[in-house]
Nanobody, 121 residues
Framework: QVQLVASGGGLVQAGGSLDVSCAAS????????WRWYRQAPGQKRELVAQ???????DYQDSVKGRFTISRDNVMNIAYLRMNSLKPEDSALYYC???????????????WGQGTQVTVSS
């Protein structure tokens, strides 16, 4: 079994910074793409950032230049550094990863639990 556990987040004033991380554990052969999503109340879940195993990154336009996604391929952890936070960044942040488990030929997408980020004005 593979599990993703997100941590970090919290409450910060506008203009501040926060880090969130997501650790994958279990019978893992390889983690391919990591993704961070967010969902605000009454809104659809949206993709914030993703990073491939080859370190190719992609960001939602609204966070470009402010957020940085990174990963540790040895520890199977993904990070999201959030700078210059705005109240509209407030949401439940979820991590997801395409993981090839031991004994499996293909990857599956796993999800972590959400971690709350609240930005006060």
């Amino acid at each position: 079994q593979v599990q993703l556990v997100a941590s970090g987040g919290g409450l910060v004033q506008a203009g501040g910074s926060l880090d969130v991380s997501c650790a994958a554990s279990g019978s893992i052969l390889r983690v391919y793409t990591w993704r961070w999503y967010r969902q605000a109340p009454g809104q659809k879940r949206e993709l914030v950032a993703q990073i491939t195993r080859g370190l190719v990154t992609d960001y939602q336009d609204s966070v470009k230049g402010r957020f940085t996604i990174s990963r540790d391929n040895v520890m199977n952890i993904a990070y999201l550094r959030m700078n210059s936070l705005k109240p509209e960044d407030s949401a439940l942040y979820y991590c997801g990863a395409d993981v090839q488990a031991l004994g499996q030929e293909n990857y599956q997408t796993y999800w972590g639990q959400g971690t709350q980020v609240t930005v006060s004005s």
